[in-house]
Every structure is written in C-alpha cells, then in structure tokens.
C-alpha cells in the first residue's frame, strides 16, 4: 500500500510542517510572477515578520523588480541593488559606501542594501542593528545555479519580538527550494517561447508570399515579432547605411516615439549591418539585429525598449537575432518567387515574341511577295480566283495566330488549359535540346470540361515524355485545337519514328483514354521523316 507522504504530518514539528506546506504550494505555481509572490508572503508565514520584500537582480546586480508583501510600520526598509561583491550591513552610525541607488531615488535612514552574497563573509543571512545579540532583519539570497537571482528580506516580526536563528534556517531551506523552483519554472517559460518564436517565424514565412509589397512584407515582420518580446516598439528596414527605415510596429500609445527613434536610427548608423549592436536614443535602448538577406538586400530589424534590463536580457536578445535570420530567409524565399513569376512572364513574352517573328511576320512576308506577283500582271495569271482566295485563308490563319499570341499575354492564370500544356512542356525542356513549338487555337480554357482536360493532360504528357526520351528529333511541334465540337492534339516530330518492335504501353493507354471519350488516336510515320501523333476527342465526352 502507497501512502501520500503529504497525507501525514502530525509527528512534524510545526515550523517543519509550515515549510513542507509552503514548499508544496510554492511547487504547485507554474507562472514566475505568481511563484515570487507565494515565496514571499510563505516567508512572512513562517517567521512571523509583518513585511517581506524580495528584489530581483538583472545580470548587472541591479534591482530589476521589487516583490513585497505586508507593509512596513515605519518605512526604514528599501532595496536599491548591489554593493560591488560585498554584503551590506544595516548599522548605526554609518551607511555602506558602496550604496548604489536607482537614478532619482532617496533613501531613507537608516538604509537597506541588498548585495550579492559571498562565501568570505562567514555565511551569516542576518542584517543586525547596532545590537549584535539582536536581529531586526533577515536577509537571505536566492540562488540559481552559480548565480543570485535575487534576495529575500523579512521585517518587523510580530510582537516586535526579535528574529531567531530557527527563523533564519526555514528562511534558508525555503530559499533553496525556491531557487530549484524558479530554475525549474523558467526553463519551462523559456521552451514555451522558443516554441511561440518558431511557430511566429513559420507563421511569418507563410505570410510573406507574393503579390506583396516589400514595405508591407517588413511591417508583418514588426507585427509578428512584436507581441513576443517586452520592447515597446520593433522597426524594420533594408539598406539601413543609407538611411532606409520601413516598417513599424509599436504598443498602443507609443507610436510616435517608436517611429521618431526609427527615423534616428540610420542616421547614428554609417555601414552595413553585419553583426547585432546597442545603442540608446532618446532615452530609449536599442538592439539592431542584422537582416542578411541576399536577394531583398541587407537591413535590420530594430527592437526598442524603455528600460534597459529588458534589452540586455540575453535569452530574449538570442530568440529575436534567430527570427531576424528567419525573416532574412523569408524575405529571400519572397524576392526568389517574385523573381520567378518575372522570368517566367519574360520568358513567355520571348517566345510569343519569337512566334510572331518566325511565323506570322514571315507568313505575312510570304502572303505579300504573293499578292505582289499577282498585282503586276492579272491578266495572265490563271486561277486568279483560287490563288487570292488561298491568300485571304493564309490571312485568316495569321489572324488566328495573332489572336493566339494576344491571349498568351493578357492570360496568367496557372489553371488554365493553355497554361498546363507549357507547364507540361517546360517540364521536359531540360531533356530535349530544342524547345517543341506551340501552337494553340480556339477558346480551350472556357469551352473544354474537366472531363476531357482529365484524359488529355496524361495523353499529352505520355507523347511528350517519347519525344524526348525516344524521338531523336531535332525539333517538334504540338498543336491544341478546338473546332466544331472536337478537342484535337497533334504531336509532331523529326526523329527517327516509332519503332516496328516497340511496346505500345503508355500509348496503348493514350488509345483507351480516346475510346473512353468516344473520340481516337491515330499515329503514324510523317514524311519525309519522324512521327505524327493525332489524338481528338468530342469536349461533349463525359458531360
């Protein structure tokens, strides 16, 4: 049988069953805050003293936060910080000259000076008064690992009765604990941010895709880093060296002064941001952490805090230098998909371009040397019909390539039919040695269901892939076109034909894809060498 070793404490002494009591509360707070408060006012409980105050160090020594529970009778009990590495005593006649006070601070007398401790001075926890049999204070540090964290002072026991060394050791056992609990508490705090960090530089990744301005991309930066960290502002900005500052994002109230210390910044910052820096402006602390991004061009982002405690706290200064190198990566990953999108536009218009040179222009070249020949003697020309009425056909043909090129320019959108036979073709552009001329006419996009675009996607892809791996050709080309109810796909080649011994296995599913549809394939040498598929299915198949 399990017995709870909290179920019986009746055979502790009193003060042993207070400490274990406040020991199990204390284990039991998992918020920082919350956990310095109970360890205070448990402290209070177990001596009896009316005040308590527990003044946390930031890593100077420096009062960072004050913690009190109780009050004092007669205010003769501050905390103010360190005394230079030795322990401060509270006499009569004099005041420690190593007193460091908050700017603006006036102390009482007599003074209280929390150091931290030393192993040279003996060891004792107790403040005495001019009285060395007496103890009016206790002062004990808590300790985490190598460091002090902080210290606990207690004051005025009730009764006015004098603090006694049994209070002094609970006191001690209480801090010791303590100390296990903060570091306990704090390693949790600090995976629960990191955690908040990363899903932050994720979520911004995902943010940050194009269309998107590149202002806009830096304020969702800010805005993403902001809540995170306890600055009151965070800027942002590429080629910050040449006094470019875009992007902020600042707690409600304090707009203005975050976006006045931004505007500063550049102008105290004469080079290219390579390594992090601290600077304080106008009575403000800043950290810039540099943005190495490559493609969007160097910067910085800028965290601003009010007090300078929160700006030097090192596990929030190395979160916030990670997500400067994230947000340099999305803005990379950002430019690299807005730099595609240009070349692929650039690289369409090239071809559109090249089509119009190489066929309508010399189509329309050849269509006037014809009408020209025609013109200068029509008398003797026989057939004079039919040879201009194979002119105006050869027009309408260049009308409907022009018309072709002019829809390829104002289409971008990638789910189009036209769009999936390039894509389909660039695919296999680093294999051939050539670029398969395309042709496509008729309103594919709108008027070809699903169904079809289905079936003749795979078909498509199957007759390219021979083109290149089996072909040999030397050049190729692919015509779509939609006419009187049809969708047909022509594949055509130079190579060397279809082999005699070949297996017929993606074709042989190229044929029962078109006798599925109710439509054909057909495919056969072309002269005077090569191959020329022909696959045409009805656009009704399916509906």
């Not at 189009?416 to 042709?439: C, H, N, W």
Request: proline residues 5%; contains cysteine; negative net charge.
């Amino acid at each position: 049988m399990t017995i709870d070793a909290t179920e019986d404490l009746s055979g502790l002494e009193p003060s042993a069953r207070s400490l274990l009591d406040a020991v199990i509360a204390m284990s039991s707070e998992l918020d920082l805050s919350a956990m310095l408060e109970r360890i205070t006012r448990s402290a209070c409980e177990l001596t009896g003293a009316s005040y308590g105050a527990l003044g946390v160090l930031d890593v100077d020594g420096n009062l960072q936060d004050l913690i009190t529970y109780g009050h004092q009778q007669e205010p003769t009990l501050q905390v103010v910080g360190k005394s230079r590495g030795r322990r401060a005593r509270l006499d009569d006649d004099a005041e420690p000259a190593s007193t460091t006070r908050p700017r603006g601070t006036t102390a009482p007398d007599p003074l209280l000076l929390v150091a931290p401790h030393t192993p040279d001075d003996g060891g004792s926890h107790a403040l005495r008064t001019g009285d060395p049999g007496k103890r009016k204070f206790i002062e004990v540090p808590l300790r985490i690992k190598d460091h002090d964290f902080g210290h606990l002072l207690l004051a005025e026991k009730a009764g006015g009765a004098d603090f006694t060394s049994h209070d002094e050791q609970l006191v001690v056992a209480l801090a010791r604990a303590a100390g296990a609990q903060i570091d306990k508490v704090r390693e949790l705090e600090l995976s629960e941010q990191r955690r908040r960090w990363l899903e932050a530089s994720a979520e911004l990744s995902r943010a940050l895709t194009p269309p998107l301005e590149h202002t806009v991309a830096l304020e969702r930066m800010c805005e993403t880093a902001l809540p995170l960290m306890r600055a009151i502002g965070v800027g942002a900005g590429t080629r910050i060296e040449h006094g470019l500052v875009s992007g902020v994002a600042a707690v409600p109230g304090q707009e203005e002064r975050v976006r006045a210390v931004t505007e500063k910044v550049p102008l105290l910052i004469d080079r290219r941001i390579v390594e992090p820096l601290d600077l304080e402006v106008d009575g403000l602390y800043i950290v810039v952490a540099p943005v190495r991004s490559s493609l969007a061009g160097r910067g910085a982002l800028l965290a601003i805090y009010d007090k300078a405690s929160a700006a030097h706290d090192e596990h929030e200064r190395e979160l916030f230098f990670g997500f400067a190198g994230q947000a340099a990566l999305a803005l990379d990953r950002l430019r690299a998909v807005e730099d595609r999108a240009d070349l692929a536009v650039i690289t369409d218009r090239d071809r559109i371009a090249r089509d119009l040179h190489d066929v309508v222009i010399q189509r329309l070249f050849a269509i006037g040397l014809q009408l020209e020949t025609l013109g200068r003697n029509p008398q003797r020309v026989e057939d004079l019909p039919k040879r201009l009425s194979e002119q105006v056909d050869a027009l309408d043909q260049t009308i409907k390539d022009v018309r072709g090129s002019i829809f390829d320019l104002s289409n971008h959108d990638a789910s189009s039919l036209r769009a999936q036979v390039r894509e389909v073709v660039r695919e296999y552009a680093g294999v051939m040695d050539f670029t398969p001329e395309i042709k496509i006419t008729g309103p594919v996009d709108t008027a070809v269901p699903d169904s079809v675009r289905n079936h003749l996607l795979p078909v498509l892809r199957e007759a390219v892939s021979n083109l290149a791996r089996h072909a040999q050709a030397h050049s190729a080309q692919i015509e779509l076109s939609l006419q009187d109810g049809e969708i047909k796909l022509v594949v055509r080649d130079d190579g060397g034909g279809v082999p005699e011994e070949a297996e017929e296995s993606g074709l042989k599913n190229a044929r029962c894809r078109a006798v599925q549809l109710g439509g054909q394939l057909e495919i056969g040498p072309r002269l005077p060498s090569g191959t020329e598929l022909v696959w045409q299915v009805p656009i009704t198949a399916g509906v």
